[in-house]
């Protein structure tokens, strides 16, 4: 059993990996905004707390780390507005990643997306630019700290059911289920050889388990 808290608790990924995590004995602490969405994470099986990480200091988010074992950060601004890009997807998600380390949690996910990188190409007049700018510069502190970290890079998402299987070998981004980034975290969580490994997936044939081992 191991008790996680999940940054993002009533995100359509987070919807589906509670369950998944709380069926296998794991406790759950779904961090939410608004507080409307408390009895949908009570269904799903997570215990919710309400906070507005945007606006916390790294104190403050030690606060609600502290006494996990593991941190998933699946929270994001949504697009839109490039300053409240900045201040989620990149400034709030760094002082999490120094709250962990503040409270003692070494195991932290991120779940990013599969072209973040420093070189993600987006022009700067672009819609996109800010979230790849900010999810890139996370992402890069992420893996300069000393947290036991994983970067998990799905394509683009779909509702389409889970399969329970991916592919982490593709080169190019193609798409891949909500349900199987979801099973994919919960199974991450579970295999300490993901540790500080960037796994970038697209749907595919390999069970998730025996995929994220390659």
């Keep these: 059993m191991a008790r996680i808290?999940?940054?993002?608790?009533?995100?359509?990924?987070?919807?589906l990996l509670e369950p998944l995590l709380t069926e296998r004995g794991d406790e759950?602490?779904?961090?939410?905004?608004?507080?409307?969405?408390?009895?949908?994470?009570?269904?799903?099986?997570?215990?919710?707390?309400v906070a507005d990480v945007?606006?916390?200091?790294?104190?403050?988010i030690a606060e609600l780390i502290s006494g996990?074992?593991?941190?998933?950060?699946?929270?994001?601004a949504g697009g839109g507005d490039p300053a409240r890009?900045?201040?989620?997807?990149?400034?709030?998600?760094?002082?999490?990643?120094?709250?962990?380390?503040?409270?003692?949690?070494?195991?932290?996910?991120?779940?990013?997306y599969f072209g973040s990188s420093p070189d993600h190409g987006v022009a700067p007049d672009h819609a996109f630019f800010a979230y790849a700018a900010a999810k890139a510069a996370a992402d890069e502190y992420l893996r300069a700290g000393a947290l036991d970290w994983t970067v998990l890079g799905p394509s683009t998402l779909t509702f389409e059911a889970p399969t329970g299987r991916i592919d982490t070998a593709a080169a190019e981004p193609g798409s891949v289920s909500r349900a199987n980034v979801?099973?994919?975290?919960?199974?991450?969580?579970?295999?300490?050889?993901?540790?500080?490994?960037?796994?970038?997936?697209?749907?595919?044939?390999?069970?998730?388990?025996?995929?994220?081992?390659?």
């Design 5 to 15: 808290i999940l940054f993002g608790g009533h995100g359509r990924i987070a919807l």
């Design 85 to 112: 890009t900045r201040a989620v997807d990149h400034a709030a998600a760094v002082r999490s990643m120094d709250a962990a380390e503040q409270a003692g949690v070494r195991r932290y996910i991120m779940v990013s």
């Design 28 to 49: 759950v602490t779904a961090v939410i905004r608004n507080p409307e969405h408390a009895e949908e994470v009570r269904r799903a099986g997570a215990v919710p707390l």
């Design 54 to 60: 945007e606006h916390l200091d790294t104190s403050a």
């Design 182 to 214: 979801a099973e994919t975290i919960a199974a991450t969580l579970a295999d300490d050889g993901t540790v500080r490994r960037t796994i970038r997936f697209n749907a595919g044939e390999t069970p998730i388990a025996e995929a994220l081992r390659r």
């Design 68 to 76: 996990h074992d593991a941190v998933v950060w699946s929270a994001g």
